[in-house]
């Protein structure tokens, strides 16, 4: 039989599947099931879309508290994002991951990595294209709970 689904429809389905994974009793298939992922993830030649789906595939460990894979893959996601050349993509980038390390409890090196993206989007020049990554940002902020960084960051929008 022909497959018919692109890469990326494969690791959607295979996140999504991941997600509903919530039961300790599905641990084991949760990991299986982070792994294909994973594994179908790392074939991907953009970096740009390899960094999104890393960054979906660790949101979605953190969902269902498989701690463990989620840094891996966050470490990998990391380490794409740090090859990503469009600047407004890897605000938004850093921000996820930076968010993902807090939630993982690696205040430090998530709260790093927020900054690396706020210092970032301060630097682009198209109005829209900043306005774009602070608002990441803010979201990302707010997510985790750093509610007065967010509105801090959700100001510098206003600030034309």
Not at 44 to 59: Q, S
Not at 69 to 86: F, G, V
């Amino acid at each position: 039989m022909e497959n018919h689904f692109t890469l990326e429809e494969r690791i959607q389905f295979l996140i999504s599947k991941l997600r509903k994974q919530v039961k300790p009793i599905h641990r084991d298939s949760a990991l299986r099931l982070s792994a294909d992922a994973l594994e179908q993830v790392e074939t991907i030649a953009d970096i740009a879309t390899k960094a999104y789906y890393l960054n979906e595939l660790a949101i979605a460990c953190i969902e269902i508290k498989l701690a463990d894979k989620c840094l891996e893959i966050l470490d990998r996601a990391l380490e794409a994002t740090q090859a990503i050349s469009d600047r407004s993509t890897k605000i938004t980038e850093f921000s996820k991951i930076g968010s993902g390390y807090v939630k993982l409890g690696i205040e430090d090196k998530g709260l790093n990595l927020l900054d690396r993206a706020l210092q970032l989007a301060k630097t682009l020049e198209d109005v829209d294209e900043r306005d774009y990554a602070l608002c990441a940002l803010a979201f990302a902020c707010k997510e985790i709970g750093y509610n007065t960084l967010a509105i801090e960051i959700a100001k510098l929008v206003e600030e034309k």
